[in-house]
Nanobody, 125 residues
Framework: QVRLVESGGGLVQPGGTLRLSCEVS????????IGWFRQAPGKEREGVSC???????YVQDAVKDRFTISRDMFKTTVYLDMNSLKPEDTAVYSC???????????????????WGQGTQVTVSA
């Protein structure tokens, strides 16, 4: 059974830091790219960052000076470190897995192989 479980979201003040985790089970991270996506109320889902099956990373231009993606192969977890958070970062953050890194890293789709359930990030004073 394949599972992607996000955690680490919550309420944080502007300028704060959060680390989101996407714990993956049932698939091999050597074969799947993992992407982080977010969707704010009333807005379309957007891609935030991704890491390919060979470890190449991509981060959306709008957040690349504040967000970092990494993975722990032993823990089979992909992390999204978010610094200097802004109110406009408020959204539900979800991770997705797909064998095609181009789909994960350069597109925003509903039909990835697997999705997590999402975690809420709220940036507010």
């Amino acid at each position: 059974q394949v599972r992607l479980v996000e955690s680490g979201g919550g309420l944080v003040q502007p300028g704060g830091t959060l680390r989101l985790s996407c714990e993956v089970s049932g698939i091999d991270l050597n074969s799947y790219a993992i992407g982080w996506f977010r969707q704010a109320p009333g807005k379309e889902r957007e891609g935030v960052s991704c890491i390919s099956e060979v470890g190449s990373t991509y981060v959306q231009d709008a957040v690349k000076d504040r967000f970092t993606i990494s993975r722990d192969m032993f823990k089979t977890t992909v992390y999204l470190d978010m610094n200097s958070l802004k109110p406009e970062d408020t959204a539900v953050y979800s991770c997705a897995a797909d064998t095609n890194y181009l789909r994960v890293c350069f597109q925003v789709r509903d039909d990835y192989d697997y999705w997590g359930q999402g975690t809420q990030v709220t940036v507010s004073a």
